[in-house]
């Protein structure tokens, strides 16, 4: 039923041996920075990102990295310098990394043609020019005369259409390949989509409905369950006919959205297998120390929001997700940064630990849900951490990611 592509028809970096070659490798170091500290806070995307650097360097190649950081826009700016990342890398890897002020021109090739087998240059920001995201193909061109071999470690960006992504590949014919990390979360995803032992749950909450309810429309035809939290919920719940008082509601949520809501409204309503929580912790104001009270998420009072899952609503779910063999979350079902609206979604990642426990496979994506499992310092106890929220979710829609697809064409 699924169009994701399956992962022994994509080439890895096991299919190459790297030795004189220069490999160009897409990673995603896009790490977060406390920019007072001038600290890396979570190295976790440079740590994934090892395993395939060492198969590359142990077959005596050269490395090029690229990667992005930040939002610069296309402008050179200092604090979304790569640069930040050498010291950490060097450390990692145990050997010394080399640092190229520009990712193209002329010192950077000559740094490139200096390089001997077993060596590192990592390139600054491709953001800082604006056809990076803009998918330029001269700009790609330039990148991609730098090396011989392609390799895609990314999976976070490979939903994008950038010119690191899904341009650089097409100049490289059958020398491109994906990264080892990024086998894995191809594989990850395989074990839901299709493939998942069923009852299959997945968990959508957060607050940004509007790159999620598509998702939505596709998950139906495989999900058992779907449950809906955090203020994902409302506008669903508001089309119900229920009073949400002045609960989250993206903005700008146009005609188009509303018919898709309705539409995936009627179609569960067959499938019977959507779920909205039932009672909520409402607040009078947004703030951690607001008034709160419980109550049906379906009458909201006017002027209060709601800001977490109570305890029915928590038990309700709680049961689904123990009951499930396999589990997928993406986005927290309360604003758990506010620890008086925490419970719901620091009992969710607990009851996806023990459902984990008792032998079903859990995948959970995207920064913040990840930062909740590690509130609850149970990061360690899921099936599998994805890199990438944006890009896992996208691959639940019947699509072949665009830097995967970038590969295999
Ligand atoms: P997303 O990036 O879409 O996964 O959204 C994550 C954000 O959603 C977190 O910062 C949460 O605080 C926020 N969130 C979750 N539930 C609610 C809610 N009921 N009202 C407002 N924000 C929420």
Same mark, same amino acid.
């Given at each position: 039923?699924?169009?994701?592509?399956?992962?022994?028809?994509?080439?890895?970096?096991?299919?190459?041996?790297?030795?004189?070659?220069?490999?160009?490798?897409?990673?995603?170091?896009?790490?977060?920075?406390?920019?007072?500290?001038?600290?890396?806070?979570?190295?976790?995307?440079?740590?994934?990102?090892?395993?395939?650097?060492?198969?590359?360097?142990?077959?005596?190649?050269?490395?090029?990295?690229?990667?992005?950081?930040?939002?610069?826009?296309?402008?050179?700016?200092?604090?979304?310098?790569?640069?930040?990342?050498?010291?950490?890398?060097?450390?990692?890897?145990? $050997?010394?990394?080399?640092?190229? &002020?520009?990712?193209?021109? =002329?010192?950077? /090739? @000559?740094?490139?043609?200096?390089?001997? +087998? %077993?060596?590192?240059?990592?390139?600054?920001?491709?953001?800082?020019?604006?056809?990076?995201?803009?998918?330029?193909?001269?700009?790609?061109?330039?990148?991609?005369?730098?090396?011989?071999?392609?390799?895609?470690?990314?999976?976070?960006?490979?939903?994008?259409?950038?010119?690191?992504?899904?341009?650089?590949?097409?100049?490289?014919?059958?020398?491109?390949?994906?990264?080892?990390?990024?086998?894995?979360?191809?594989?990850?995803?395989?074990?839901?989509?299709?493939?998942?032992?069923?009852?299959?749950?997945?968990?959508?909450?957060?607050?940004?409905?509007?790159?999620?309810?598509?998702?939505?429309?596709?998950?139906?035809?495989?999900?058992?369950?779907?449950?809906?939290?955090?203020?994902?919920?409302?506008?669903?719940?508001?089309?119900?006919?229920?009073? $949400?008082?002045?609960?989250?509601? &993206?903005?700008?949520?146009? =005609?188009?959205? /509303? @018919?898709?809501?309705?539409?995936?409204? +009627? %179609?569960?309503?067959?499938?019977?297998?959507?779920?909205?929580?039932?009672?909520?912790?409402?607040?009078?104001?947004?703030?951690?120390?607001?008034?709160?009270?419980?109550?049906?998420?379906?009458?909201?009072?006017?002027?209060?929001?709601?800001?977490?899952?109570?305890?029915?609503?928590?038990?309700?779910?709680?049961?689904?997700?123990?009951?499930?063999?396999?589990?997928?979350?993406?986005?927290?079902?309360?604003?758990?940064?506010?620890?008086?609206?925490?419970?719901?979604?620091?009992?969710?990642?607990?009851?996806?630990?023990?459902?984990?426990?008792?032998?079903?496979?859990?995948?959970?994506?995207?920064?913040?849900?990840?930062?909740?499992?590690?509130?609850?310092?149970?990061?360690?106890?899921?099936?599998?951490?994805?890199?990438?929220?944006?890009?896992?979710?996208?691959?639940?829609?019947? &699509?072949?990611?665009?830097?995967?697809?970038?590969?295999?064409?």
């Amino acid at each position: 039923m699924y169009d994701m592509i399956k992962i022994n028809q994509i080439k890895t970096v096991n299919d190459f041996n790297f030795k004189d070659k220069i490999a160009i490798v897409r990673v995603d170091f896009n790490v977060p920075i406390n920019h007072f500290s001038h600290k890396i806070i979570d190295d976790t995307r440079i740590q994934y990102s090892i395993p395939t650097i060492q198969k590359i360097i142990s077959d005596h190649g050269k490395i090029v990295l690229i990667s992005h950081l930040g939002r610069p826009k296309g402008k050179h700016c200092k604090r979304d310098s790569l640069k930040i990342i050498v010291p950490l890398l060097s450390k990692i890897l145990q $050997i010394p990394i080399k640092f190229s &002020e520009d990712c193209i021109g =002329e010192n950077v /090739k @000559k740094n490139v043609f200096e390089l001997k +087998n %077993k060596e590192i240059l990592l390139l600054e920001n491709l953001r800082f020019y604006k056809e990076e995201e803009e998918g330029n193909k001269n700009f790609a061109f330039k990148l991609a005369s730098l090396g011989n071999i392609y390799v895609n470690e990314a999976f976070s960006v490979s939903h994008r259409s950038h010119a690191s992504i899904s341009v650089i590949p097409k100049f490289f014919g059958n020398k491109k390949c994906i990264g080892l990390l990024m086998k894995k979360e191809i594989q990850c995803l395989e074990k839901i989509l299709g493939k998942g032992r069923k009852p299959i749950t997945i968990l959508l909450g957060g607050a940004k409905i509007s790159s999620k309810i598509n998702i939505i429309e596709h998950i139906i035809h495989f999900a058992d369950h779907i449950l809906i939290g955090g203020g994902m919920a409302y506008p669903f719940i508001k089309m119900q006919g229920g009073n $949400i008082g002045k609960s989250m509601i &993206e903005k700008d949520q146009n =005609e188009k959205t /509303k @018919k898709i809501l309705k539409n995936i409204l +009627n %179609k569960c309503k067959k499938k019977k297998n959507l779920f909205f929580p039932k009672d909520v912790v409402i607040a009078d104001s947004f703030n951690n120390h607001a008034n709160k009270k419980i109550v049906s998420i379906h009458s909201i009072p006017n002027g209060w929001m709601g800001l977490d899952i109570a305890p029915n609503s928590i038990k309700y779910f709680c049961d689904i997700i123990n009951q499930s063999n396999t589990i997928f979350w993406n986005g927290p079902v309360g604003v758990f940064e506010f620890s008086n609206f925490s419970l719901g979604t620091r009992s969710i990642a607990k009851a996806i630990v023990n459902a984990t426990k008792k032998g079903a496979f859990s995948l959970i994506g995207g920064g913040d849900t990840i930062a909740s499992l590690k509130m609850e310092k149970c990061e360690k106890k899921i099936s599998y951490l994805s890199t990438g929220g944006g890009a896992m979710l996208e691959s639940l829609k019947n &699509e072949t990611l665009t830097g995967i697809k970038a590969i295999i064409s």
